[in-house]
C-alpha cells in the first residue's frame, strides 16, 4: 500500500460528527468547539514491546492506542470528540492496517469519536494518539483536588491486565480473561462523567495504583492511608495470583489498568454508588485521604507498610 | 533522567499563553479557544533515518518536529497556538533532550506556541507532534480552491533541502546553507496569514512540488502549466546543482522544503507582492492553473513534458 492509499482507507472509515468542518485530506482538520466548553487534550504513545507484547493483535494494538487516550480525558471528566493517528509501521500490510483500524474505530464509534488527522510513516512500529475532548469551563477534574478525609475510589477491579503480562513474560499457564484486560482496557469516561459534580479529584490507572496515586498526592499536597484488604480484585486475578503479596504487588505497582481513581467527600458516598449501579459498574472505596503526608498501606491483619512508589516506569528495560 | 524528570523538564520550559488554563502536568491540558474561531488540527511524525538523517544534531530535529508542523497550519492559513509532543527515545540522556527542546522551543517561541502535553517513552527515535491553531471561521485556505485561471504561487526557494540530502547520500563536497535548509526549514505562516484574504487554495511543500501540487489540482479538480524556467532557486542549489535536469527534478520531486504553494487571480498579484515585501520574503508565480486537467511542465526553451506524480513517498525504503 502507498501512502496516499493508506490515506485514503482511513479517510473513508474516519466516522462523522457535525462539529468536523473538515475532516482527513487536507493540510490539517476544521473543528468546531462549543462555546462554552474548554477544550481537553492529551497524548500518548504506545511502542511495540514496551506497551503491548510484541504478539498482540493488530484490532487490540488499535483498540488500546485510544483507550489509553481517552482515559486521560475520562480523568478530566471531558467528554471525548476527537482523534488524531501518527501510525509508524515497518510494512503498510493491508490486513494489518484494516484490523488496526477495526480496533481503533470500533472504541471510536463506542465514544463517539471521529478520526480527523494524522500521519502514517516508515518505521518501527509505534502508535501516537493526541485526543480531544470538551468540559465546561470549571467543572473539569484535575488531579490537584483532593482533600483530607475524602474516600478514595477505584472503578472496577485493578491489577488483571499486570497479571495477564506477568503470565506472558512468564509464558506458562495464561488466563484468557486477564490478557484481555491487557490487550482491551475499558476507558471510564461515562463513569468520569456521572462523577464530574461530585469528586474532587482524578487520575487515571495507568502505571499502577502507588504511582498515579502519588501523582494525586503530591498534587494535592496530601497523603493517604490504603486499605489493602479493599482493593477490587477480579475472580481471574484471585484465582491465577492466590497468594496476597504478589497480588498486592500486582494491583499497587501494575500498569494498564485503566481504571479511575478519584476521591470524593464521604457525604457523596451514596449518590457516587447510585451513579455506578445506574452504569452497571462498580466503584469501590480503597482508603482515605488524609492531611498526613505519604502513602500508608493497611493490611487486614493490621499491618502498616510503605511500598516504595514506583510503578510502572517507561525508561524500563523493554518488556 | 526518570520519565518523571523529564516531563518536569518539559514543564518547565513548555511557554505560556493566556488561553492555556492547564499545561504539562495533569492527565490533560486544558484550553480556551476563542469563540469565533474554528480549532485547526494537523498531526506529524519524524522517525530517524526516514525523515532526517542519523547524523542530524538534536536541536534540528526538535525544530524540524515542529516546523513541519506548523507548515500544515500555514497551509491553512491558521495562526498557530498549542502543541502536544510524542517523543519516543532510546535513552533518555539529559544533554539529548536538552538540546532537541532548545530547537522546538526556539522555534515555539517564534510563533507562540505553548507546549501543552505529550508523553515521552523508550524505542526507537521517533517524534510526533500534533499542531493547533485557530482560523476565523470560512476564512481557512484549503487544497481544493483553485480556480482555473489562477496564478500559481511559491514563496522562498524550492529545491534547497532536496539538494542538501542528496549531497549527504552521496557523502562528497556538502553545501552547509543547503544543509541548514534541510534541518531547519522555515514554516511560512506568517506569509499564510498575509495572503489569506487573497489565495484561493494552499499547501505546503513537504513532499515536492509536483506532488503537492498534484493534491491540489485533484482536489481542486484543475490541472496546471508549470514554467520551469521561473522556478525560484537559491545560489547555492544553482552553485552545487548546475546541470538543469538534476536541479528540476530535485525542486519538482525532493521533498522538505516547507515552502508555501498557493494559487491566486492574476488580478491580485500586485496586492501579494506588496504583502511578501513587508515580510521581506520573497514569492513567485511558477505558472497558472487550467481548466485541462493534467500536469504540464514547461522548459525554457519550450519543450513541454510531464513527470510522474511522485514525490517523497513514505514507505519507500529509508535513506
Same mark, same amino acid.
Given at each position: ?32 468547539? &462549543? *462555546?462554552?466548553?474548554?477544550?481537553? $487534550? ?7 514491546? $514496551? ?26 471528566? =471531558?467528554? #471525548? =470528540? ?7 509501521? *515497518? ?21 463517539? /469519536? ?9 518505521? &518501527? ?5 493526541? $485526543? ?15 482533600? %483530607? ?13 499486570? !497479571? ?7 509464558? !506458562? ?11 482491551? *482496557? ?55 495470583? #492466590? ?22 467527600? &464521604?457525604?457523596?458516598?451514596? %449518590? ?10 462498580? %466503584?469501590? $472505596? ?13 493490611? &487486614?491483619?493490621?499491618? %502498616?507498610? /510503605? ?10 528495560? *523493554?518488556?
Amino acid at each position: 500500500m502507498a501512502e496516499f492509499d493508506l490515506i485514503e482507507r482511513f479517510r473513508q472509515r474516519a466516522g462523522q460528527r457535525a462539529d468536523v468542518i473538515l475532516g482527513i485530506g487536507d493540510d490539517a482538520a476544521l473543528l468546531r468547539v &462549543p *462555546p462554552d466548553a474548554l477544550l481537553v $487534550v492529551s497524548a500518548d504513545t504506545l511502542v511495540a514491546g $514496551v506497551h503491548f507484547p510484541d504478539d498482540t493483535a493488530a484490532a487490540d494494538i488499535g483498540w488500546k492506542a485510544l483507550a489509553v487516550n481517552l482515559s486521560d480525558l475520562a480523568a478530566m471528566a =471531558a467528554k #471525548p =470528540a476527537w482523534a488524531t493517528l501518527c501510525l509508524t509501521l *515497518p510494512q503498510a500490510h493491508e490486513d494489518w492496517v484494516d484490523a488496526f483500524l477495526d480496533g481503533f474505530l470500533e472504541l471510536a464509534a463506542q465514544h463517539d /469519536v471521529a478520526l480527523v488527522g494524522g500521519d502514517t510513516t516508515r518505521g &518501527p512500529l509505534s502508535i501516537s494518539v493526541t $485526543v480531544h475532548g470538551f468540559a465546561p469551563a470549571g467543572q473539569a477534574l484535575r488531579r490537584s483536588g483532593a482533600k %483530607a478525609g475524602d474516600d478514595i475510589w477505584v472503578t472496577g477491579t485493578i491489577g488483571d491486565a499486570a !497479571g495477564g503480562l506477568a503470565q506472558w513474560q512468564r509464558q !506458562g499457564l495464561m488466563s484468557a480473561k486477564l490478557r484481555h484486560r491487557l490487550d482491551r *482496557p475499558t476507558p471510564r469516561n461515562e463513569a468520569a462523567l456521572a462523577v464530574r459534580g461530585l469528586a474532587h479529584a482524578a487520575i487515571d490507572l495507568s502505571d499502577g495504583l502507588a504511582a498515579d496515586l502519588g501523582h494525586m498526592l503530591r498534587q494535592s499536597g496530601v497523603g493517604a492511608d490504603l486499605d489493602l484488604g479493599r482493593l477490587p480484585t477480579s475472580r481471574s486475578l484471585a484465582d491465577h495470583f #492466590p497468594g496476597e503479596a504478589e497480588r498486592w504487588t500486582l494491583q499497587l505497582t501494575g500498569g494498564d489498568d485503566y481504571e479511575l481513581c478519584f476521591t470524593a467527600a &464521604p457525604a457523596d458516598a451514596l %449518590a457516587i454508588e447510585q451513579a455506578f449501579a445506574a452504569l452497571d459498574l462498580t %466503584a469501590t $472505596v480503597v482508603g482515605q485521604i488524609s492531611s498526613a503526608l505519604g502513602l500508608r498501606l493497611n493490611t &487486614p491483619e493490621g499491618e %502498616a507498610f /510503605v511500598l516504595p512508589q514506583a510503578g510502572f516506569e517507561h525508561f524500563r528495560e *523493554p518488556t
